[in-house]
């Protein structure tokens, strides 16, 4: 079986890979896991220190949590401290995207798109503003009018993936972030999803030459090993919690925050990265995604075929449409029967496969997805 979604995103090398098997074994056997607080340790120093190392500008400190909801809950929590501490009360609107999706936690949900995913907790979720994805001129007229009421902005750079791989550009996350930053709010990327290689360069944001305040990884960070959640920052936002004061600092901590083996999960898949030389395999996949795509294109009933880095997405032109609409699983249960597992968002149908699978694995992968296509939907 091909696991043609890394696993809801996350196994980016494949499953068990041996690097990333043996840190977990060995660290396993040397520490397994201490409170974070009061004490710390290598591998959390050493991890920090990586991603400090290949985040982009000065994205320097890191606050480690469990997964992409909580990495985001910390961004949001952070951003609207530092605003308070900094004196910027005034600062008091959320701002997001039309189809964004930031997790299943409250604050996540606050800020992700009404719908299918949070509807039956509308009363329990505060306001946000939502702007169009892919709009510069919207954010830019928004901002020019309620920049200095607004505490963040957050989004998902390039591509947002639960919301149904919608696609955007460079240049839109450029005047996005100009807008935002230029209106002293604080940009929050989230890289949950596309962090990590998954749009063809280790961060998405990096296309655009973006450097976000805060950024949001989980994901394939531990090489979908184990879970973990960070939240990443620059200094400014790392200054607000200075102090002596208890009350000033950022008082909030989950029992497993920074676990060792996760750290050494994580610290084991960058090498990997290295390497292995990864982002050269997602480089590949992109070519051999151009080489399908007219091929898929072509198939009656397919539209909008759109690929990025290891991300290859269609639709399919039904008259329910969404992420209801169950054409999606009739194709994922044809492609299952042929090998290939799929979890398709109603009816868009994407491949995300671990970037090990470049070649041989992911040319099987294309072609169980052209005949699940061609059976069910030509
Ligand atoms: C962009 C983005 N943010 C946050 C999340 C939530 O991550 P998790 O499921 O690890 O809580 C996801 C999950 O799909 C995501 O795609």
Redesign the pocket.
């Known amino acids: 079986m091909f696991d043609g979604i890394s696993s ?2 996350v196994n980016v090398h494949g499953h068990a890979h041996p690097t990333v098997a043996a840190a977990i074994g060995a660290q396993a056997a040397s520490l397994d896991q201490v409170i974070l607080a009061d004490f710390s340790h290598g591998p959390a120093e050493q991890l920090s220190d990586a991603l400090a190392a290949i985040l982009p500008g000065d994205l320097d400190h890191v606050f480690f949590s469990d ?6 809950e910390v961004a949001l929590k952070m951003a609207w401290q530092a605003h308070q501490q900094r004196g910027d009360t005034g600062r008091t609107k959320l701002v997001a995207m039309d189809g964004g ?4 936690t409250l604050g ?1 949900m606050r800020v992700g798109a009404r719908g299918p995913f949070n509807d039956a907790f509308a009363g329990l979720l505060g306001d946000a503003t939502f702007l169009p994805y892919g709009d510069a001129e919207a954010a830019e007229a928004f901002f020019a009018a309620h920049g200095h009421e607004v505490c963040l902005c957050i989004a ?1 750079p390039l591509i947002q ?2 919301g149904g791989m919608r696609f955007t550009t460079p240049e839109y996350l450029s005047r996005l972030a100009a807008a935002v930053q230029g209106a002293g709010a604080f940009l929050v990327l ?1 890289e ?3 962090g990590f290689g998954r749009t063809g360069t280790m961060w998405a944001c990096q296309q655009a030459g973006v450097v976000p305040d805060l950024m ?1 990884l ?2 394939g960070i531990t090489g979908g090993a184990l ?1 973990l ?1 960070v939240t990443a920052c620059r200094p400014p936002i790392f200054n607000a919690f200075l102090g002596a004061d208890k009350r000033t600092a950022f008082l909030h901590g989950h029992s497993y925050t920074g676990n060792p083996i996760a750290c050494a999960a994580a610290i084991a898949s960058l090498s990997v990265f290295r390497d292995e030389d990864t982002l050269s395999r997602v480089a590949e996949m992109s070519t051999q995604y151009a080489a399908a795509a007219p091929v898929l294109s072509a198939i009656r009933g397919v539209t909008d075929v759109r690929w990025m880095g290891g991300i290859l997405a269609l639709n399919l032109a039904t008259d329910v449409g969404g992420y209801l609409d169950p054409i999606g699983r009739r194709v994922a249960d044809a492609a299952f029967a042929r090998g290939l597992y799929l979890r398709p968002l109603g009816d868009v149908v994407y491949l995300m496969p671990p970037y090990c699978s470049a070649g041989d694995d992911l040319a099987f992968a294309l072609s169980a997805l052209e005949g699940a296509l061609r059976e069910v939907v030509a």
């Open positions: 809801w995103w997964d992409g909801s909580t990495a985001v999706y930031h997790g299943d996540g998902e993936c639960a989230d949950v999803a596309t949001c989980s994901k879970p959640g």
